[in-house]
């Protein structure tokens, strides 16, 4: 590390005004401070100094995705030669697995990173500002939250989509009202809708006659029950997006987030009970010929992406409520949306997506409300004790 200092150290007057390149200030400064901690300090006012900045909480939430990652890249792997082979157990040719999902999962990476990336430091550049290191996480939720299939050119459009029209347009990262990562889903979901649906995406090159239907596609097809078991769907041993379906690994990430206090758990429980009351009230007055409304309310929790979603896009600082009872009024209404839209619209079995997209919007003015109640209740209790102190003057 002391051997690359001396090398930045003695390429950044280049960078600095004055030198040959000073227009590429921004990207210089951004391979700097990705390798080192800025020497930058505040200078003025008054400031809380913290050991978490934005590079530690950006490093932070991409452990807490390593696990679904990993998975994802081995259940890629396994499911298309399951496909081939329906008797292949889920160890059997583990690094063949695991050889073939990262051939499928890495291009998806790359691409969604250099397009990102490539956008944001542009965008940068023009405004002369520093390179925030928001995408860093963006840049491989996109990708979990991607079918394996997913033709590289749609991705390439869909992240350049979330990045420009996403976020940079309200001013990066920070500024965006919207999950990126979400908004490209969306983008891919709307546009090219034959690339996010049917059976025939979850797979990768998987055999012709292998169905390779998901259980949100069990469900939608009128199954009572998904044909997947509880107990796969937890591991995660199905089709689906390439981090979405371990239940267990992405439970590995939510602890990672609470324990470093990245995640808000009071979010990621009030989603759960949320999805839990809806679920319930289908259970007690769904229509018992609708099978999706007499679904137990838990697996919901292991179906699509509600997990996923529930841990790592409506914690999201950026988009999410930041008072502490709008997170829980927040979190409730993103679980009961994501059920009902589940179970009312059957040509949209993900409603995950859209609930969390429709509560970004909502956040500001549920943030607003309860700060406003808040305010309200204080002031009725100065208003009572300047008229009790007012009687206390005139008895005396």
């Keep these: 590390m002391k051997i690359l200092r001396e090398i930045l150290d003695k390429l950044k007057p280049n960078f600095e005004k004055g030198g040959r390149f000073p227009w590429l200030h921004s990207t210089f400064d951004a ?14 006012g008054a400031h809380f100094r913290d050991a978490i900045d934005m590079k530690r ?20 792997g396994y499911q298309h030669f399951h496909s081939i082979n329906p008797s292949l157990s889920f160890f059997d040719d583990i690094w063949g697995n695991l050889l073939f999902g990262l051939s499928k999962v890495l291009p998806i990476i790359l691409v969604s990173y250099i397009v990102g990336l490539g956008i944001e430091f542009a965008f940068a550049q ?3 500002h520093e390179v925030n290191e928001g995408f860093l996480v963006s840049g491989i939720l996109i990708p979990l939250i991607m079918p394996a299939d997913v033709p590289l050119w749609q991705l390439a459009l869909a992240t350049a989509f979330a990045v420009i029209i996403g976020k940079e347009v309200f001013g990066g990262t920070g500024m965006n009202f919207l999950n990126p990562a979400l908004t490209a889903r969306a983008f891919l979901f709307f546009a090219f809708p034959s ?15 292998f169905s390779g239907a998901t259980p949100l596609a069990d469900m939608m097809a009128g199954a009572s029950l998904p044909n997947t078991s ?8 199905m089709p689906g997006s390439i981090g979405e379906t371990s239940t267990i690994a992405i439970l590995i990430g939510a602890i990672i987030l609470i324990k470093t206090g990245i995640g808000s758990w009071k979010i990621m429980l009030s989603v759960l009970l949320g999805g839990a ?11 018992e010929s609708n ?3 007499q679904l137990p309310f838990y697996y919901h929790y292991v179906m699509g992406g509600f997990m996923f979603g529930t841990v790592f896009m409506a914690t999201d600082p950026v988009t999410a409520a930041q008072t502490e009872r709008g997170k829980w009024i927040y979190g409730i209404l993103i679980g009961a949306m994501a059920v009902l839209i589940r179970v009312v619209n059957p040509a949209y079995p993900e409603g995950m997506m859209l609930a969390i997209l429709l509560l970004n919007v ?13 305010i309200r209740k204080r002031m009725k209790r100065w208003k009572l004790a300047e008229k009790l102190n007012t009687k206390g003057v005139d008895n005396v």
Excluded: C, Q
């Excluded at 390593?66 to 994802?72: E, H, K, N, R």
């Design 57 to 76: 909480t950006m490093t932070f939430v991409i452990i807490a995705l390593l696990p679904a990652l990993l998975f994802g890249t081995y259940n890629v």
């Design 195 to 209: 690339s996010m649906s049917g059976d025939e995406v979850w797979i990768a090159e998987k055999a012709d006659a």
């Design 126 to 128: 023009h405004r002369g």
């Design 31 to 44: 391979f700097e401070t990705f390798a080192f901690v800025p020497k930058t300090t505040t200078k003025s």
């Design 230 to 237: 509880f107990m796969d769907m937890i591991i995660g041993i």
């Design 291 to 293: 099978h999706y409304a």
């Design 362 to 374: 909502f956040a500001p003015l549920i943030d607003y409300y309860v700060v406003d109640s808040n």
């Design 277 to 287: 009351l809806m679920g319930l009230t289908f259970n007690m007055f769904g229509s």
